[in-house]
């Protein structure tokens, strides 16, 4: 089960790696980074409900999927700009 806090982690390490990579000239695999990103959220808001922390937190599953699903759209405007028929 992919939590809240795991997600922010694995989404900024694999941020931080496409950044590196495209740096280097790996356009390509800096933009599997930023889409592995994308399907991590697609894959938490579908068990969001399942999410242990939110159990015990008061944060805003509607609120939250709504920014996590603005976070996704900056992200897919990204790949976006680099290739434009990427998505």
């Known amino acids: 089960m992919l939590d809240l806090l795991?997600?922010?982690?694995?989404?900024?390490?694999?941020?931080q790696r496409s950044i590196e990579?495209?740096?280097v000239s790996e356009r390509d695999a800096g933009l599997d980074q930023i889409t592995s990103v994308i399907q991590q959220i697609d894959c938490y808001l579908e068990r969001i409900d399942e999410d242990p922390l939110l159990e015990i937190t008061t944060i805003d599953r509607a609120g939250l999927g709504e920014r996590l699903l603005g976070v996704k759209g900056e992200l897919a405007s990204v790949i976006e700009s680099v290739l434009p028929n990427a998505l």
């Not at 795991?6 to 941020?15: C, D, P, T």
């Open 6 to 15: 795991n997600l922010i982690g694995q989404a900024i390490e694999n941020l």
């Open 21 to 23: 990579l495209f740096e």
